[in-house]
């Protein structure tokens, strides 16, 4: 399958592989951002290809894991209302809030439906003038403009039956963020793809400027990964700090400047919740006044339902890189992807649940 | 943004989780809530010598004769898929079972829940295609039953079927039989069936229509036992896919199961599909194929005659029976490495990006 086969190929791989360990004379602590590239490295063992002083460490970006507990514990509010017809994307049904998820809350009778894309949960309100239609509409840049238009299409259509739950992150913000930390191991970034798709290069251009970093903005297949180290310990090895794009097949330097307009039109940027990480100031996107009447919080009044996560695992540590899931003492024994106790452990995506789900065997 | 690197710092994680106490729809997915159940409610209770092998049917001894005996219930959505419908469905499915214990396929019951206001034109349909279904297959239907329920009790209609068959003497295929060094064989492409449905149910579009792959596998066991009866175990990896079926062996067996895959075939299309959706072909169900678990000295020769039967045209040599990490299935990935292929933990969801 073309833009698939080449960029799992064994041959390409070991070549880029064997290019590392030749040009790498340091030790050096890299960081992929996305949760759909921590789950390339633990699928294919990416980490077993590299020298080895080079160290991977899981970022921030599985949209799933990181929603905010009070969130998944709204939604399940909602979806308890009698009227009120709950859509979601599929992996967020499982994901545990304070007392249930929102699979459990469907047993006990609630109306939750799944979609592939926000568009028909906007067609499901028009269906069924009658229910109370709430999507669930979080993620990072990659999934905010195609939510922003499903707010944009109701509006259009003057729909007074469709709201939307929100819970938007951005990439940039929490980078600086990890910078900003004292215990900051991370000398490299690999950017993910996907946001990069949407929103362009441009916007890592101060952050390595300020901190000195150099970024990649890489794809999610093998040899996407294994290229995106390689540039980055090329740029550390000479000492350079700029932003490079591996992900040529799909990122543009500007972006798609449709989709950033549509996000913009429909949201603002605000302060946001991360799960297992806490507030991060203007970290996340919210709807514009224009909007409020499609923002489930006022049509619902949810204000008051908010949840603290309790302390208990390492996931701190995992997103800084001081730790690995496997020094987690609940990891694939407590913790586990059907019962997760950890932000990490709750999507395939999680660092936590990418290491149980293909690499215990070596970890273990 | 300076009180962030606090933050982060302090980072803090959600609470366990309260215990089971709701059926989910992934107890029903074949993956290890399925296993459960099984092992926590239905085990303890109905525990004897028969049922504790585990495999997809029993085998009872009857005055000499060895008789395969197994059950299935179809409630699949759409009613009607490419490739099949719920009818043809329901005899293929049993008519494996029973075909993966070795065993001819001989007798089927039929009992269906219909929901009130399902159209009889709808129930005629597929009735017809059972009928079909059975007369390909050398099956009959000898015994049934029909039940309705009120409207939104169910979903237009459920089918059972349980099929009875005859074991050849020295026939004992079973998922506790694989030993290290078998070799693992696969008929053909996989997730075939899974994505059908998806497709037809979500409406998804494709370039090329994707078929169900249903079908009955029993001439195709017929013509590889044939061959040599030096064959450990026959699975056919239905919901949950491949993957739980070896798990599942790799369990029962106390062995490891290492696949290689670049052997494993799927479809472009269904390839595609799963990559769009973020599925794991290993993990989506399959109507139409099976797994057998050899021992090494025959596999080519079953493997040639697996690719001579229309249903085996696209067998592999999929991977190897080890003695490592018992109860563990592993894939030597194209770069060389290797990883678990782990047990579904209820239904596989679609990846958000």
Known sequence: MKYIDEYRDGEIARALSSEIVEICTRQWVLMEICGGQTHTIMRYGIDELLPKGVELVHGPGC???????????????????????????????RVPGSRSDLFRAKANGADVRMVYSPAEAVNIAKRMPERKVVF????????????????????????????????????????????????????????????????????????????????????FEPVDLLQSILMLIKQLEAGQARVENQYVRSVSYQGNLFAQQVMREVFEVADQKWRGIGLIAQSGLRLRPEFAEYDANRVFDLHLITADEPEGCVSAQILQGLKKPPDCGAFAGRCTPQNPLGALMVSSEGACAAYYQYRRHVAG | MAHSAKTIANMICPAPFPEKDTILLGHGSGGRLSAELVRDIFLPAFQNPILDRLDDQAIISMNGTRLAFTTDSFVVKPLFFPGGDIGSLAVHGTVNDLAMGGAQPLYLSAAFILEEGLPVETLRHIVQSMHAATAAAGVTIVTGDTKVVEKGSGDQIFINTTGIGVVADGMNLSASAARPGDRILLSGTIGDHGIAILASREGLEFDSEIKSDSAGLHTLVADMLTVSRHVRCMRDPTRGGVSSTLNEIATQSHVRIELIESEIPVRDEVRGACEMLGLDPLYVANEGKLIAIVEADVAEEILIAMRKHPLGKDAHIIGTVTDAHPGLVTMRTPLGTSRIVDMLAGDQLPRIC
Request: charged share 15%.
């Open chain 1, 63 to 93: 949209p799933v894991c990181v929603t905010p507990l009070e969130i998944i514990d709204k939604a399940i509010e909602l979806a308890g209302h009698p009227d009120v017809t709950f859509v979601s994307y599929g992996d967020m049904l």
């Open chain 1, 136 to 219: 669930l509409a979080i993620g990072f840049e990659t999934t905010a403009p195609a939510n922003a238009m499903a707010a944009w299409m109701a509006k259009r259509q003057g729909l007074q039956n469709f709201s939307m739950l929100v819970s938007h992150v951005l990439v940039p913000p929490a980078i600086r963020s990890l910078l900003s930390s004292a215990e900051n191991r991370v000398q490299g970034f690999i950017a993910p793809g996907h946001v990069c798709t949407v929103m362009g290069c441009e916007e890592y251009e101060a952050l390595v400027k300020e901190y000195s970093v150099p970024i990649v903005v890489g794809g």
